[in-house]
């Protein structure tokens, strides 16, 4: 990467931690600022990675479950100083970290045994999925209705959901690319569609399952999902 490449990434980092500035503050763009910062670093990090003696599959598992976890603390925390009602953070940790964020990581094992995909490309992936699946696709409503109206308000809403979801996943494919690549992978251009169902296909079907053990186990009382 060159120097100046890395330069306008760092500072496309800093623009978030503007929200820790604000009343009350924003924490859930922390997410891009983590990806921002492996991104620059991503040598010693897939060194370190590597080191780890567990399959890349599975590497993958804990890494896009940490990942989320990552986010879904600092969302939380933004929700508690907002005020806002929130489940517990054991809550949000078990379905959503586990569930919903195991069920991309499945996904995506599957995925990369067909096809190849870059970092940039299971990024933007991940980024696109978001606008449509968040809150039952609430958010892209209210990004159409009001892009005549308010271009800015949609532009800034959309490019924050795909910041974030987009940094999610790749956080965690960052250090294993070279990794989980071989022969039998393909460039097609269905693999973005086919990575897309098998992420909303997974992560549906996990939160569900890991919902009702939960559930069952007395760790949870209900289910919803956001980003904000």
């Given at each position: 990467m060159s120097r100046r490449r890395r330069l306008l990434?760092?500072?496309?980092?800093?623009?978030?931690?503007?929200g820790l500035v604000r009343s009350p503050p924003d924490l859930t763009?922390?997410?891009?600022v983590v990806f921002v910062v492996a991104l620059l670093w991503r040598p010693h990090v897939a060194r370190a990675v590597g080191r780890v003696l567990l399959p890349p599959p599975l590497k993958l598992v804990l890494l896009v479950v940490s990942s989320g976890m990552i986010f879904e603390v600092t969302k939380w925390v933004s929700m508690r100083l907002a005020g806002d009602e929130v489940q517990t953070l054991v809550h949000d940790l078990t379905v959503f970290g586990v569930g919903y964020y195991g069920g991309w990581a499945l996904a995506?094992?599957?995925a990369l045994r067909f096809f190849r995909f870059?970092?940039?490309?299971?990024?933007?992936t991940t980024a696109v999925l978001g606008v449509p699946v968040e809150q039952d696709a609430q958010v892209l409503v209210a990004i159409v209705q009001s892009l005549s109206a308010n271009p800015l308000a949609s532009l800034y809403l959309l490019g924050y959901v795909m910041l974030v979801y987009g940094s999610i996943?790749?956080?965690?494919y960052l250090p294993l690319e070279e990794a989980l690549r071989h022969p039998r992978?393909?460039?097609?251009?269905i693999k973005y569609l086919v990575?897309?169902?098998?992420?909303?296909?997974g992560s549906a079907s996990l939160f569900v399952a890991v919902s009702v053990l939960a559930r069952g186990l007395g760790l949870i009382a209900g289910l919803s999902r956001t980003v904000g």
């Amino acid at each position: 990467m060159s120097r100046r490449r890395r330069l306008l990434l760092a500072a496309s980092g800093v623009v978030p931690l503007l929200g820790l500035v604000r009343s009350p503050p924003d924490l859930t763009l922390l997410i891009y600022v983590v990806f921002v910062v492996a991104l620059l670093w991503r040598p010693h990090v897939a060194r370190a990675v590597g080191r780890v003696l567990l399959p890349p599959p599975l590497k993958l598992v804990l890494l896009v479950v940490s990942s989320g976890m990552i986010f879904e603390v600092t969302k939380w925390v933004s929700m508690r100083l907002a005020g806002d009602e929130v489940q517990t953070l054991v809550h949000d940790l078990t379905v959503f970290g586990v569930g919903y964020y195991g069920g991309w990581a499945l996904a995506w094992i599957v995925a990369l045994r067909f096809f190849r995909f870059t970092l940039p490309s299971v990024f933007l992936t991940t980024a696109v999925l978001g606008v449509p699946v968040e809150q039952d696709a609430q958010v892209l409503v209210a990004i159409v209705q009001s892009l005549s109206a308010n271009p800015l308000a949609s532009l800034y809403l959309l490019g924050y959901v795909m910041l974030v979801y987009g940094s999610i996943m790749g956080l965690a494919y960052l250090p294993l690319e070279e990794a989980l690549r071989h022969p039998r992978q393909r460039g097609h251009w269905i693999k973005y569609l086919v990575a897309m169902a098998l992420m909303y296909v997974g992560s549906a079907s996990l939160f569900v399952a890991v919902s009702v053990l939960a559930r069952g186990l007395g760790l949870i009382a209900g289910l919803s999902r956001t980003v904000g």
